[in-house]
């Protein structure tokens, strides 16, 4: 998609978006996976301090965390404490890790928020060596819980947050492979999941048309849920790539808003892990006009989609 909406999410889960450092804009290429990057992320994660070591954390990963510190807890650093060592793959550079959060006000002890404790509660994040989810996990094992004290500015006050390596995600569809349809496009993909379309020498469907070639096992996809996913767009015209995630960053985006109408019914009653292949014509994607390349009018197209995540709407 040429077009990169700011996603609104529910007000837990900014803390888990500034955490993130990657609130949904143009992505940006990431490196791959590989033991340097795996030491890279262990390199960066801050160290426990005064005030992380000062708060204790009760309750199981994976669920909502309840802390006891004295109050106001004076923060003026962020530090990180591992409370539970997981046993899981590690993280690297790269990974998309799902992750829950609970935080808390340092000041007060009021719990700002939980987010992503239920299936669907929100996107995976790409993690890095300079992002504030780096900083906080470094290169932790799946099944870890930290305790992080952020600093506060102007806009926000000091926070505690528990932080819950729950998974790390595929970059590509995972589900079971389905029967495809006869006279659609074909797809063919390379060892990372990166699809290549093959039109076949048709006329285009003058309707929306969609099939399944990879049914997940995840939940349900709905409108204005935010979704994020991998996708590879081809003219029908012209049987050329006009664009794709593949090679930057997965694509985050709300399901109804920022997108031509197709892309948004591609995903809608998919699930998590699925792959979906969808025919757009002009009138579910940019429009009748005069066919061209500059603005896509006039153009039926063909995305491939590969769904990685949901964050459902409130």
């Given at each position: 998609?040429?077009?990169r909406p700011v996603i609104a999410l529910s007000i837990a889960a900014f803390a888990a978006l500034s955490l993130a450092g990657c609130a949904a804009s143009t992505p940006t290429?990431?490196?791959s996976p590989s033991t340097s990057a795996a030491a890279d992320l262990c390199t960066a994660q801050v160290s426990s301090g005064t005030a992380s070591d000062a708060v204790k954390v009760s309750g199981a990963v994976g669920k909502e965390a309840k802390v006891e510190f004295t109050k106001p807890l004076a923060v003026t650093a962020l530090q990180s404490s591992v409370v539970t060592e997981g046993k899981g793959e590690k993280l690297k550079t790269g990974d998309l890790v799902q992750f829950a959060l609970t935080e808390f006000n340092a000041k007060t002890g009021a719990k700002n928020g939980s987010v992503g404790q239920?299936?669907?509660g929100l996107l995976p994040q790409a993690v890095s060596a300079d992002s504030i989810l780096g900083k906080v996990l470094g290169c932790a094992p799946v099944g870890t819980r930290v305790v992080a004290t952020i600093p506060g500015d102007e806009t926000s006050p000091?926070?505690?947050?528990?932080?819950?390596?729950?998974?790390?995600?595929?970059?590509?569809a995972w589900g079971a492979a389905q029967t495809p349809k006869d006279g659609f496009p074909t797809v063919k993909l390379a060892s990372d999941g990166a699809p290549t379309v093959t039109i076949p020498k048709t006329d285009a469907p003058t309707a929306f048309e969609k099939e399944t070639l990879k049914k997940g096992d995840g939940t349900k996809i709905a409108k204005g849920d935010a979704v994020l996913v991998q996708y590879?767009?081809?003219s029908w015209t012209t049987g050329k790539n006009f664009d794709k995630s593949w090679g930057r960053q997965p694509f985050p985006f709300q399901v109804g808003q920022g997108v031509v109408q197709g892309f948004s019914d591609a995903v809608i009653g998919e699930t998590v892990g699925s792959q979906v292949l969808a025919v757009l014509p002009p009138s579910?994607?940019?429009g009748a006009g005069k066919v061209n390349d500059k603005d896509l009018k006039g153009q039926t197209l063909v995305f491939v989609i590969d769904i990685l995540g949901v964050q459902h709407g409130q």
């Open positions: 998609m040429r077009t290429a990431s490196p239920d299936e669907g000091a926070s505690v947050d528990v932080v819950d390596v729950l998974k790390i995600i595929p970059d590509a590879s767009g081809v579910a994607a940019y």
